[in-house]
């Protein structure tokens, strides 16, 4: 699905766009600085002001990043309405790139919201295989609190294991930023 934005105003989405369209260059640094590799060249794919700032799930999250091929693997790992990337970038079809951005700590507070049986069975399976791979602690709740970080985790596991695909989750955490109107306290600051 694609998803087109409003040029962002405030928050993750004005500072995604902001990276992605004016210094992606910087991002591409940090990432060198990671991997050390050269990725000058990669291409951001999304959020593109000249694709009307959009951001893709599902199936068509594959096609922007030239990936199509596993889309029906991917119906089988994860139901339709799968995370919305903040941004989607390659570097020669030899490196993908799933970005998610946040600006405040609220953003990172999430639950599952599947409704559906079928939908919850395949997200914890899924889930399940996930966390096997990762070697994470038996007991752990993905479903509440951090589920948007754990769905993240799988998708990456998604591209990684079952598409052999050199994938990377890249998680962006804008900092300082004052447009909220509420003052959150966390590690001993305000945020």
Same mark, same amino acid.
């Given at each position: ?31 060198? #600085? ?17 694709? *009307? ?13 030239? !990936? #199509? ?22 570097? #020669? ?14 953003? !990172? !507070?999430?639950?599952?919201?599947? %409704? ?10 899924? !889930? *399940? ?31 990684? #294991? ?15 930023? %004052? ?13």
């Amino acid at each position: 699905m694609r998803i087109p934005q409003p040029k962002g105003i405030k928050g993750s989405l004005k500072w995604i766009q902001v990276l992605i369209n004016d210094c992606s260059d910087l991002l591409n640094r940090k990432i060198y #600085e990671r991997l050390t590799d050269d990725f000058s060249a990669t291409e951001w794919l999304s959020p593109r002001k000249d694709d *009307e700032y959009a951001e893709y799930r599902d199936d068509d999250f594959l096609k922007v990043l030239g !990936i #199509e091929k596993y889309q029906d693997q991917l119906a089988v790992f994860w139901p339709k309405n799968g995370p919305q990337w903040d941004a989607l970038g390659k570097l #020669e079809n030899r490196y993908y790139f799933l970005i998610e951005a946040k600006a405040n700590i609220p953003e !990172i !507070i999430s639950s599952c919201q599947a %409704k559906h049986s079928d939908s919850k069975a395949k997200i914890k399976t899924s !889930i *399940e295989r996930t966390k096997k791979s990762l070697n994470s602690i038996k007991g752990n709740n993905w479903y509440k609190g951090f589920y948007q970080y754990a769905n993240r985790l799988c998708h990456l596991y998604f591209l990684r #294991e079952i598409c052999g695909l050199n994938a990377y989750l890249v998680f962006i955490y804008f900092c300082n930023y %004052k447009g909220r109107t509420k003052n959150v306290t966390g590690g001993g600051g305000k945020v």
